[in-house]
């Protein structure tokens, strides 16, 4: 039966309450080690988890020694499984930001672009918030694979199947933001699903048979200059 589409608030209400804490499959834990791989040190700074849901990078950044933490997401369902020992965490939106501009130096967005149609609009919207020489590091899945058909799916408590509502951003659409926002980019990943995937992530066997040689996921790093 293919999955019921969901908007994302609808969604992220059905999906909140069993919804893990840490990255939990494959795709999620090689597109972490990734983004991770290319965040900046955030020892001493003041740092965003944008559309942070429960906040998996917000703990990642106090456990970095950030100087204050920040997490914001549009989903009261989401927020509700935070931790506030890790963050000052509020409900916002990704495309009206409710911080003054040039406040962060780091801001970290996990597989959340996807959720919006603008990707201009999202993206300019981190640059303003983001002071000269700030760094913003983002993922989402990667267009090559939603285009062969990959959904992000889950099952509610019920145990009907849904799939989130997803917009591909290629990555000429993400050059064309950043260099609008006046970001530049200064590394891209692509991580690909192969043996490294299979063998360092337990539970990967099924994706790894499927999609074999196919991108994972698109991370990005970007500068305000």
Known sequence: MTPKELGVLSAYAEWASHYPPRAHNALMRAEEKTLLEIMPDPRGKIALDLACGTGRYARILRERNARAVFGIDLSREMLAQTNSNDAAFA?????????????????????????????????????????????????????????????????????????????????????????????????????????????????????????????????LRAEKI
């Open 91 to 219: 409900r916002g939106d990704l495309l009206n930001i409710p911080f003054p501009n040039s406040f962060f130096e780091i801001i970290v967005c996990g597989l959340a672009l996807g959720h919006v149609e603008n990707l201009t609009q999202a993206i300019g919207e981190s640059a303003r918030v983001l002071k000269r020489g700030g760094i913003i590091v983002y993922s989402d899945f990667h267009p090559l694979g939603y285009l062969a058909g990959w959904r992000r799916e889950f099952s509610s408590r019920d145990g009907k199947r849904h799939a989130v509502k997803h917009f591909a951003h290629l990555y000429a659409d993400h050059a064309l933001a950043c260099r609008a926002a006046g970001l530049t980019i200064t590394a891209v990943r692509e991580p690909i699903i192969g043996r490294e995937i299979r063998e360092e992530f337990p539970g990967s066997d099924s994706i790894y048979r499927q999609w074999r040689g196919w991108p994972a996921v698109l991370v």
